[in-house]
């Protein structure tokens, strides 16, 4: 007897106990987590929502999930990564939020309180300040790798905020980009 098969594109949801990780993709693509205890949604920008996110952050059962990845989910808000901030605060390590446009400095404020963090990519998520850098700097030292790539509206240097983070070289034509 053959298992019904899912339409194209619908998204699958995939746990697997054993390895503590989660992967939510589309049926035609599928995503390979890299490590144990990782969360990879998208890329699906027009059917990730709020919602969502935040029925798989919560019934995701474990307090080590230390990997997020984001891409191009353009219709998140700033509500689920505050969630992710309250419900992981300190085995979150690495956070991609590549092209999430909606997200704003409430965002960084919630991940503030994961002092774990060592790598965040923030590419292209153009409604970030100056005074959302400074509140994340407050609770995240350990960053080592933070890409503000297309953030035009952050003008401090990172690495004054982040010990951990490279000054910029002469060579970088863009400022806002470390790591």
């Known amino acids: 007897m053959r298992k019904p098969q899912k339409p194209k594109g619908a998204p699958i949801v995939k746990h697997e106990d054993q390895c503590h990780s989660l992967q939510l993709t589309p049926a035609t693509h599928k995503c390979h987590s890299p490590c144990a205890n990782t969360v990879r949604v998208g890329p699906l920008p027009h059917r990730t929502t709020d919602a969502l996110l935040h029925?798989?952050?919560?019934?995701?059962?474990?307090?080590?999930?230390t990997h997020l990845t984001?891409?191009?989910?353009?219709?998140?808000?700033?509500?689920?990564?505050?969630?992710?901030a309250s419900l992981y605060p300190l085995s979150l390590t690495t956070i991609d939020l590549?092209?999430?446009?909606?997200?704003?400095?409430?965002?960084?404020?919630?991940?503030a309180n994961c002092p774990n963090l060592t790598s965040l990519d923030l590419f292209f998520v153009t409604e970030l300040s100056?005074?959302?850098?400074?509140?994340?700097?407050?609770g995240c030292q350990l960053l080592t790798t933070l890409n503000l790539t297309g953030c035009d509206a952050i003008t401090i240097d990172p690495s004054t905020l982040f010990p951990l983070l490279p000054p910029p070289s002469d060579s970088d034509t863009d400022s806002s980009s470390c790591g």
């Open 70 to 84: 984001l891409r191009s989910c353009e219709s998140v808000t700033d509500s689920p990564i505050t969630l992710l």
């Open 130 to 138: 100056d005074a959302g850098l400074q509140a994340l700097a407050r």
């Open 98 to 111: 590549y092209g999430c446009e909606n997200l704003t400095d409430l965002s960084l404020l919630a991940l």
């Open 55 to 65: 029925c798989v952050l919560t019934s995701y059962q474990t307090s080590h999930l």
